[in-house]
């Protein structure tokens, strides 16, 4: 007997998601067969109240219920610098920080020319736009420390220099090949201090 | 700044589901809020469909889209064998040997007095009494080899066996301490053939 195929297409679909193989699936859509009603509904629930409230702030990027986001609309934050992240993770990370008072872009990824991810599948071209459409004198550069964000920084310092734009790296503190959403806030902290200019 | 509450909301709901902490959880919610629409609305329809279609079968309580399932219907198989299986995953997984022709009674968990599961909060009631309204000869007990489902084993054959029924446990090849979803059809295929009368 093979599984029901209302089983099989729900753990198929779950399987796709990130971090989920096919036992783990498995585990899990069983588990949902099994859970009461209410919580089944609350669950799917909050997935489609997420996707209607949350939307990508026009300026930065990053996941907010308004457009611009209370970050970029706060005009008591130093609207001349600006932090580039890879993700909304990242920026929630860096925005722990209470030493930190300027502006972030969310890149929505790194460069990656293993996985075919290049300049125009992150939002480079946009990050551009926004800097010479304002006064942005300081950008710092707070990909993530693997390759994949080196790369990314590396490039971006590049095409950012020329502009006239000073361009800093996090530097101090951050250990070598990890992420930034895991770091604590002590060692961000100590990174955005010790930040060096590229 | 904090994750924007229908973010944190739907990351809250997630981590409860099992295997999921709060770092996968949290991945799982930012892929979602990424997800094209078309790909959150087939994660959702294969969710509710699935929940609506599958029903438990009121002879073996197996998940079925039919009550009773096709296996409980099926007049060509040994209506007088019944083999109880912790949960519907192992039943699958006996359902591939080819040389088991008789019928099957999921339990819905295992005994296991460390958390609290007794004899009430598993099937045992309703086993019992499809084994004295029927004409079932023997019982094949096919719960997992950990220590939960040797305990139910034992106690199944202590209360089963003063009905005059020939009550086996799955026994060859079967590694100990191993979980019958995960064990291979022809290990599966040996326990059968070398079923014990306990």
Not at 47 to 56: E, F, P, S
Not at 123 to 139: A, F, G, H, P
Not at 165 to 185: C, F, K, M, Q, W
């Amino acid at each position: 007997m093979n599984r029901p195929q209302p089983v099989e297409k729900m753990i198929d679909i779950i399987k796709k998601l990130p971090g989920v193989g096919p036992k783990m699936a498995e585990r899990l859509s069983y588990h949902i067969l099994k859970m009461p009603q209410g919580e089944v509904e609350r669950l799917i629930d909050s997935i489609q109240k997420a996707r209607q409230t949350m939307k990508y702030c026009s300026a930065c990027f990053n996941l907010s219920e308004s457009d611009p986001c209370p970050i970029c609309s706060d005009t008591a934050r130093e609207h001349n610098i600006i932090c580039v992240v890879e993700t909304p993770q990242d920026l929630i990370a860096v925005s722990k920080v209470k030493d930190y008072k300027g502006l972030y872009f969310v890149l929505g990824g790194a460069l990656s020319p293993l996985d075919a991810v290049g300049p125009d599948d992150i939002r480079i071209d946009k990050l551009l736009k926004r800097l010479k459409s304002s006064k942005i004198t300081e950008v710092i550069l707070a990909t993530d420390t693997d390759s994949k964000g080196e790369t990314t920084a590396l490039y971006l310092a590049e095409i950012i220099k020329p502009i006239g734009i000073t361009v800093t790296r996090l530097g101090y503190g951050l250990p070598v090949g990890g992420d930034i959403e895991y770091a604590d806030e002590l060692t961000i902290s100590r990174a955005i201090l010790g930040r060096k200019e590229m």
